[in-house]
């Protein structure tokens, strides 16, 4: 399983990429995921010859068989990560090898081949070379990089694929939630759980989203933005809110973000959070949380903030908790996050780092694409 890369990456340009205006258009005004780059990175593995013919290629449709095994039984997994334009021009990943990394834990839980480092970080910073027009450089805006992974071997025997393709797309990405840093209204689904318990809740595959999306149009039914799911034994543990994590902060000051429990997504903004949380004074606490404990503790005060992260929607407050016969709204309910003043900070801290306004301590910032002038302004060890 740690195949080697029998080539270097190479580059075929897209003979007819979208024009300048097109690409202003789309860069004036960027949502989430709806409009793609030029090119995309592709790869295949086979069980005798490992990874084959590592390329950039122009973005286009792909042609597999219909008897491919992702088709049928849904073995894919894939990454979410995020290329930012610094003040200087320069173009930085963050934290791409924590990506690679969890793409191989996922790889191993779905029983698809690891993508060494060299090539999951390799086929990022090609593709953003090759695209580097496209990265957004106005506002909070970034190019949202989708490397994902799917089982193509025309084979019905329910066993793990002996063929896979391995490919990065990338999208242009604004704000995650259109109305800006506005705080989600989110339902306590009661019916249903993300993950189960021995499961693949930790494993970044598109299975887990298939479960997720009737619950979460309940939460839209109930004029929700998200839903927040519970653990699938007790139906009584917080894990996640939609496909982000959570997490709590106390009047005290203390923070606390459910423990990873297996069925939990190992988040890297999650991961991030806690480490900046902790430098700026904050006591983190990573442990299980009732539903109860949240219901109550804002209804009293003990709980002063709740806000949920990810790479696409970064730090987003939680304005109110729904379920079938109550609600309990949130201070941070109000418009610019209220008073959620800890929300806003980590939010700030991490945006900065992430777009080259603040120091970056942790080395956490991947250059891809160097700037017109030193990048050592700002950079920490990145
Ligand atoms: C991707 C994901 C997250 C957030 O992970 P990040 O690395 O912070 O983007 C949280 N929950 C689920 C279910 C996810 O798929």
């Not at 300048?20 to 960027?30: I, K, S, T, Y």
């Not at 081949?113 to 695209?131: Q, T, Y």
């Not at 080259?356 to 002038?373: C, K, L, S, T």
Request: aromatic residues 10%; proline residues 6%.
């Amino acid at each position: 399983m740690t195949a080697t890369v029998t080539h270097p990456i190479s580059t075929t340009s897209n003979p007819a990429p979208a024009t300048d205006e097109r690409r202003a258009q789309v860069l004036g005004e960027p949502r989430f995921g709806t409009h793609f780059t030029d090119h995309m990175f592709m790869a295949e593995w086979s069980v005798g010859d490992g990874w084959q013919d590592p390329r950039v290629v122009p973005y286009g449709p792909l042609s597999i068989d219909p008897a491919s095994s992702v088709l049928h039984y849904a073995q894919e997994i894939f990454e979410g990560l995020k290329a930012y334009a610094h003040p200087d021009g320069s173009i930085h990943a963050f934290r791409p090898y924590a990506n690679a990394a969890r793409m191989r834990r996922s790889a191993a839980r779905l029983a698809l081949p690891a993508v060494p480092d060299e090539l999951f970080v390799g086929a990022v910073d090609a593709l953003v070379r090759a695209d580097a027009g496209w990265v957004p450089t106005d506002g909070e805006a970034s190019l949202y990089l989708r490397p994902f992974m799917f089982a193509t071997e025309a084979f019905f025997g329910v066993r793990a694929a002996r063929r896979a393709t391995f490919a990065v797309i990338a999208s242009p990405a604004g704000p995650y939630f259109p109305g800006g840093v506005a705080p989600v209204e989110v339902w306590l689904s009661s019916e249903y759980a993300r993950a189960g318990s021995g499961g693949t809740g930790a494993a970044k595959s598109g299975s887990n989203y298939a479960a997720s999306l009737l619950p979460q149009a309940q939460a839209a039914a109930h004029g929700c933005d998200q839903v927040v799911f519970l653990d699938d034994v007790e139906r009584r543990w917080v894990e996640e809110i939609g496909a982000m994590n959570l997490y709590f902060v106390f009047a005290d000051g203390s923070i606390v973000t459910p423990e990873l429990s297996g069925s939990i997504l190992d988040g890297i903004t999650r991961d991030s959070l806690k480490t900046i949380a902790t430098a700026m004074g904050h006591e983190v606490v990573e442990r299980r949380v009732d539903i109860d404990e949240w219901r109550d503790g804002v209804r009293d005060g003990r709980i002063a903030e709740v806000f949920a992260c990810g790479t696409a929607a970064v730090v987003t407050p939680v304005g109110r908790l729904k379920w079938a016969d109550g609600d309990v709204v949130h201070d941070a309910g109000v418009a610019d996050c209220g008073r959620a003043t800890v929300t806003r900070a980590l939010r700030d801290e991490l945006v900065g780092i992430q777009y080259g306004h603040a120091a970056d301590p942790y080395g956490w910032m991947h250059q891809i694409v160097g700037g017109r002038e030193p990048v050592a302004a700002v950079g920490g060890m990145g």
